[in-house]
């Protein structure tokens, strides 16, 4: 059996995909590109409408590639329209999002092939760093948001189960691994347990260099959390989704933090570790937002200093809430604010970079890049900013973690200039 996987969207459906190469994997498959695979898994994302007109497209896209291959979609385009993928795009399966923990049985069972385990059970592409789902599902709903009604009720991993997960991806060569989760504040929500409990059972617990977090929303986090990370296997950066900065737009928006429960947050989370780096994700032209909401959004965006924004124009999914409000932004004025908002970000982002010329850090290299005619290695410093180093065209780096000095910034602005020390 050759099985080969597509993933949209969301760490959490890295981690998925990831999950489900190391189950192949351990009952003998092999992970191979689409063109040459009897089954191809893709994991589709429907946060925003293009989202869901890009799983469609990656449906056909990957049928035309290898018509013969037995084509299998999970995720949350296909929970949400299951029937329309089953029918009207031609899949074989459908696996919706609360039988994903069987999506390997399933295909079994659709294809059987006799188990021979192979020794590597961890997912190729990501030899570096590993995706871990530890919790899925939001008990929140924000007004926007699909994922939820797509995602369903939070479940957590028992901390265990994710010890047991990491010590198994640290004894295939992983560094570094990223905790994922649709309300990955909620973990243990279900289980009498917090994400502070299990953050300091997988220090406690595991020796993996480098852990990490992916997205968080910016409530239900203790002092107690932030405290850990005063421990520097405890990666300097938070993804803290702020959405906008007006409190108005955020009550619409049904949000549980508002602009002053930021700011604390953020208050908090540098006392413990004042290089602390933050990025975030900010809606324009949620309904009924106006300039002066705008005008919030982009002063407060200043003032936090995040290193990157993701920058979403609001479009209307249909089954949320916000999309039978009134007040629909012009698409004309979320573009200009779009511009204004990507030019700010820019800004911050060649400022953060900037602020880290000079220092030494620890970079996990990752993968060769030749740029302007040289080559190198890319990799992440602890605070999630990407480095560069020029090597000898016959060195390999990969999976390193070496200590450089940070000698400048590409001439592209995207990325730091590393020498070895």
Known sequence: MQVAFQ???????????????????????????????????LNTCAVTGEAARKSRQWVRRLRRANPRARLVVSGCYATLHPEQVARELGVDLVVPNHDKDHLVERVRQLLPFAAAPTETPVFPRSRQRAFVKVQDGCRHRCTFCIVTVARGEERSRPIDAVVAEIRALRAG???????????LGGYG??????????????????DLPRLRLGSLEPWELDEGFFALFENPRLMPHLHL?????????????????????????????????????L??????????ETEADFERTLALVAEIGFAHVHIFPYSPREGTAAAAFP??????????????????AARLRRRALEAHV??????????????????????????????????????????????????????????LIAEPV
């Open 241 to 277: 989704p702020l959405q906008s900065g007006s409190d108005a737009v955020l009550k619409r928006m049904a949000r549980r933090c508002r602009v002053d429960d930021f700011r604390e947050l953020v208050r908090l989370a540098r006392r413990y570790r004042p290089d602390l780096v």
């Open 7 to 41: 993933t949209l969207g969301c760490r959490l459906n890295e981690a998925e995909t990831e999950a489900w190469a190391r189950q192949f994997r351990a009952a003998g498959a092999a992970v191979v590109p689409a063109a040459q695979a009897d089954v191809v898994v």
């Open 327 to 344: 007040g629909q932004v012009d698409e004309r004025i979320k573009k200009a604010r779009c511009r204004r908002l990507h030019e700010l």
């Open 173 to 183: 060569g992983v560094q570094e691994a990223v905790l994922s989760g649709v309300h």
């Open 358 to 415: 000079g220092r030494t850090a620890a970079v996990l290299w990752e993968k060769a890049e030749t740029r302007a005619g040289r080559t190198g290695f890319s990799g992440y410093i602890p605070h999630y900013l990407r480095a560069w180093t020029a090597v000898a065209p016959e060195a390999d780096l990969g999976n390193r973690i070496q200590t450089v000095r940070l000698t400048g910034i590409a001439s592209e602005g995207d990325r």
């Open 189 to 206: 929500s279900d289980l009498g347990v917090s994400l502070t409990d299990l953050l300091a059972a997988v220090l406690a617990r595991t």
């Open 279 to 288: 990025t975030t994700d900010i809606i324009v032209g949620f309904p009924g």
